[in-house]
């Protein structure tokens, strides 16, 4: 059963919230980190990204960096930017984007879950990117990005989390740049904390639905520093109802030397392909796909019998589409490579895939993956394929910080 604990998080100071608050550090480029620090000092980017406030052309691997990240996280506290709460607490944290909300619960998952596969994994992680993130938190002594996790539906902490938000008001209350509501509860009642405990031994697993590295890194730092509060990472977990994954559609560069009748000969093979008047919404069907050839668009319709793989990662709809049609006709054999392909998450129109197409591509709308395929691969100890999952909105940083000593 899955453990989840209370921390005495580290906080922006009332009413610095929207300016200490910052978009996570992988979703941010270097010119946009060091915008965001000359702009606004104090912003948590200082940290996550402290490269942006040393001089250009720095390494963003020196020793330099690291150093700087504790250096500015220690001047935040310091400056009263960030505020430390007096006892352990959990947190109900809302993300509300075009009326529609999310919400769960902040706290610290285990180190022992994590090894022992209570905490369950769809991806492989990557040993530079895992090498960065351990300097980082060993350095900082501190978890500053949130691992994103979820669970099946449990009415028990959904009727807390609802009895919290309608309690009291937000300690927390704004909109970011991106049009996302941001609100926090802070969960300081001694029955509540124990409440939430309880239900969540009671629950068999926690997925990570995003930040595989930061878990993974959080883990290898821990036997580093072997603190008491080392042996937890920081979370936020919401329930799988909760959560809204969209898709991650593909586009290829060029039709592998075939007209666009003979590709459409060849997707017939597997799919069913009929016209589309007009410019197409998204996918809504398990095995069904829109494709932009030419200038036009057709809906596949995978036939029955083609989804043939030995295990839920290999029947998923990205899985298929990349098994019938990028590698043998669009000659795409290793698509995390091969640079003819690029993967397009999130909310994207049928407009913006055509612009990134142009005259000589390929474009593929897919179905987004539920939470539940995502969970159905972890269980067999399976990997999704690449660029299969994008939540939607993205877990802000700086909310909450979590210190290891």
Same mark, same amino acid.
């Given at each position: 059963?899955?453990?989840?604990? @209370? ?8 009413? +610095? +919230? ?10 941010? $480029? ?31 691997? $020196? ?52 090894? /022992? ?25 501190? /978890? ?22 309608? !309690? ?8 970011? #740049?991106? /049009? ?17 405990? *309880? ?24 036997? #580093?520093? /072997? ?14 109802? *909760? ?39 998204? @996918?809504?069907?398990?095995? *069904? ?22 295990? !839920? ?74 660029? $299969?999952?994008?939540? +939607? ?13």
């Amino acid at each position: 059963m899955a453990a989840l604990h @209370p921390f005495k998080a580290l906080r922006p100071a009332v009413g +610095e +919230e929207k300016s200490v608050a910052c978009m996570p550090y992988d979703v941010v $480029s270097g010119g946009e980190a060091r915008a965001i620090c000359e702009e606004t000092p104090y912003s948590f980017m200082s940290v996550i990204r402290s490269e942006a406030t040393l001089d250009k052309g720095v390494d963003e691997y $020196s020793d330099a960096v690291y150093a700087r990240a504790y250096e500015n996280l220690t001047n935040l506290e310091k400056e009263h930017h960030l505020v430390r709460d007096e006892k352990p607490c959990f947190y109900v944290y809302a993300e509300t984007l075009d009326s529609r909300t999310q919400t769960g619960i902040v706290g610290c998952a285990s180190v022992e879950d994590y090894v /022992n596969n209570v905490i369950k994994k769809h991806e492989f992680t990557r040993a530079e990117k895992e090498a960065d993130r351990i300097r980082h938190i060993s350095t900082t002594r501190a /978890n500053t990005g949130l691992v994103f996790l979820t669970h099946k539906r449990n009415d028990a902490l959904k009727a807390i989390i609802e009895k919290t938000t309608s !309690a009291k008001a937000p300690v927390c209350d704004f909109t970011n #740049a991106l /049009n996302v509501r941001q609100q926090v509860w802070v969960v300081d009642n001694d029955e509540d904390i124990a409440a939430i405990t *309880e239900i969540y031994a009671t629950i068999p697993a926690l997925y990570i639905a995003d930040g595989h590295h930061r878990a993974a890194s959080s883990v290898k730092a821990a036997i #580093a520093l /072997n603190t008491e509060e080392s042996k937890h990472f920081m979370c936020a977990v919401f329930a799988e109802d *909760e959560l809204l994954v969209m898709p991650y559609n593909r586009v290829i560069t060029d039709k592998n030397s075939l007209t666009g009748d003979e590709l459409l000969m060849a997707l017939e093979h597997d799919f069913e392909v009929s016209p589309i008047e007009g410019r197409p919404c998204d @996918p809504t069907q398990k095995g *069904e796909f829109n494709v932009y050839v030419e200038s036009k668009w057709y809906k596949l319709k995978l036939y029955d019998g083609r989804r043939t793989g030995e295990n !839920a990662s290999q029947n998923t709809d990205a899985a298929v589409l990349q098994r019938v049609a990028l590698a043998p006709i669009l000659g795409i054999l290793e698509p995390t490579k091969d640079k003819r392909i690029s993967f397009i998450g999130g909310g994207n129109t049928a407009e913006a895939l055509e612009n990134a197409a142009g005259a000589e591509g390929v474009a593929f709308m897919l179905c987004p993956v539920t939470v539940g395929e995502v969970m159905d691969v972890a269980d067999e100890d399976g990997v999704m394929p690449p660029k $299969s999952t994008w939540f +939607e909105p993205k877990l802000m940083s700086g909310l909450f910080v979590h210190t290891l000593d």
